[in-house]
């Protein structure tokens, strides 16, 4: 399994697309005017405490209040509002908690209104962006996250990550980090902190203690409400939480931000410091890696997957609903339940990458093609499983219901990717009428060529528009020759004038139009 990291940069944003075997699996994008993001630190003021909702609304800065719900507050709540407004007026000067006189926490099934304020300063985290009509949700349970541990003020607790599964390499870990942990401070060891050395974690640990400090130093005389503590620059963030062995390059087309990432690459694991390239060609670094083309393919309403099988994707305010239909595929299949099922598990592979690639949170739906044997339907549910593990979003899968509907929730964080594939369409009497992308007609034209050459048509002949004609017969290889390598027979391109942009139709040896 290889993984690419591939970093196109513009002068407004810069984009992440990371590449699983040579299929894009996530997008990303990093824009300059995102202020709100996931891990940010504000010092904010209580708008106002909701006690029927058991929330406040906070004013971190955005056009909308931030919701901030009793749960979200921790225990050591009365501690964090008494070091924020000793910081604050710049009574305190020591910021490592030493000596800092803890409060009595707060009642796990209190009310709002008992311990938050209208007007009070309070330093909060965003948990969740601000997302179609929702202001940001904020947590008081701060936390600043590194490479292999998490650090989090308040606290005195020292959690290992579940996914580390030897009780051994647990208690070790659990052990090291005690020795290190300073006072009024909790440690959450991540999974890629298994078989480090003390000396690596504590490293780690020096560099949030001191961006902790950099955090309390801005606190006083900060105006409120204020950004105090942002998350590193994406590429760096994306790195810290995703970079493994299975990386095998990562390309940047910008010079500085190839130093950048160089320079960390090299920090946190100096062995793979060479597969950081800097990417120099006048071709655009997306074009060149087929990016461009897979976002095309892989957004939008219909979703084309292998052996003629298709995903319809639709979105509503309160769900996503995917519905799977098997086209008109060619069947090796001996009967219908075994169709169903190989359909099944195809969609399963490309609903699991979707989800990821559009970041779609909240319920999904799933209409499976329905199946009567129980031992199918389990395989399909573990296979979609297996499918979803690499996932770093929270997510629960449910067994397929009486209907065949299989329900998922996936954690969402901010607002889903959403890239529009439809064009203007050339041929378009009616102003404002849109076409899928082009750069789908050849795929339609090549799963259409498949069907038929499987029907045993023996001479074909390809009408469509002058343009599609050229882009299928010119270059070396041209389409055209590789459909000849690929099903050992010539099919004839004709140009028609006549014919619409996106217009295409097949005819037989005796000039008959094939429907």
């Known amino acids: 399994m290889d993984k690419e990291l591939i970093i196109r940069s513009s002068s407004e944003d810069v984009d992440f697309a990371l590449l699983k075997d040579g299929k894009l699996i996530e997008l990303h994008k990093d824009e300059d005017s995102n202020d709100f993001s996931v891990g940010d630190v504000f010092i904010a003021k209580i708008r106002k405490a909701v006690p029927g909702l058991n929330a406040a609304f906070v004013n971190v800065g955005y056009e909308k209040d ?53 007007n009070q300063s309070l330093l909060v985290q965003i948990v969740k962006e601000p ?6 949700r904020i947590s008081s349970e701060l936390s600043i996250a590194g490479r292999y541990i998490v650090l989090v003020p308040f606290s005195d607790r020292i959690s290992i990550s579940q996914k580390i599964e030897s009780k051994e390499e647990k208690d070790r870990l659990k052990r090291l980090v005690k020795s290190i942990t300073p006072k009024g401070f909790g440690i959450i060891v991540r999974t890629v902190a298994e078989g480090k050395k003390v000396a690596e974690l504590d490293k780690d640990l020096q560099n949030l203690l001191s961006r902790w400090t950099a955090m309390c130093k801005k606190l006083h005389k900060a105006h409120q409400p204020s950004k105090v503590l942002g998350e590193m620059n994406k590429a760096s963030s994306m790195l810290r939480d995703i970079f493994n062995d299975t990386f095998t390059s990562i390309h940047i087309d910008d010079e500085t931000l190839y130093y950048q990432i160089k320079d960390y690459v090299q920090e946190i694991a100096p062995n793979k410091e060479s597969i950081v390239k800097l990417y120099q060609s006048n071709v655009p670094i997306y074009e060149k890696h087929g990016i461009e083309r897979q976002i095309k393919t892989s957004f939008g309403k219909t979703v084309s997957m292998s052996k003629g099988a298709y995903l319809i994707i639709e979105h509503t305010e309160a769900l996503h609903v995917i519905d799977v239909n098997s086209g008109n595929r060619s069947n090796k299949a001996n009967n219908q339940e075994d169709t169903a099922l190989e359909v099944n598990l195809i969609a399963a592979s490309e609903i699991a990458r979707q989800l990821r690639l559009r970041d779609m949170g909240g319920i ?25 593990s690499d996932d770093r979003a929270k997510h629960k899968i449910l067994p397929p219901s009486k209907f065949g509907l299989i329900q998922i929730t996936r954690q969402r ?25 082009p750069i789908g007609l050849v795929q339609k034209i090549n799963h259409d060529l498949e069907q038929l050459l499987k029907k045993d048509y023996k001479k074909l002949t390809l009408n469509t528009h002058p343009f599609i004609a050229a882009f299928l017969t010119k270059g070396i290889p041209s389409v055209r020759s590789k459909w000849f390598f690929e099903h050992k027979k010539w099919v004839k391109v004709l140009p028609r004038d006549a014919y619409t942009y996106l217009e295409y139709h097949f005819f037989d040896k005796n000039g008959k139009q094939i429907k």
């Open 66 to 118: 931030a919701f901030l719900h009793y749960h979200d507050l921790g225990p050591k709540l009365p501690s964090l509002l008494k070091f924020t407004k000793s910081v604050s007026t710049g009574k305190l000067k020591d910021f490592s908690l030493k000596n800092f006189p803890f409060e009595k926490d707060i009642d796990k099934n209190g009310s709002i209104a008992d311990v938050l304020k209208s």
């Open 131 to 136: 997302i179609s009509t929702k202001g940001p």
């Open 364 to 388: 999904i739906v799933v209409d499976f093609i329905d199946m009567t044997n129980a031992e199918n339907r389990q395989q399909l549910f573990n296979h979609l499983r297996d499918e979803m």
């Open 413 to 437: 964080v901010r607002p889903e990717m959403n890239i529009k594939t439809k064009e203007e369409n050339p041929d378009g009497i009616i102003n404002g009428s849109e076409v899928e992308a």
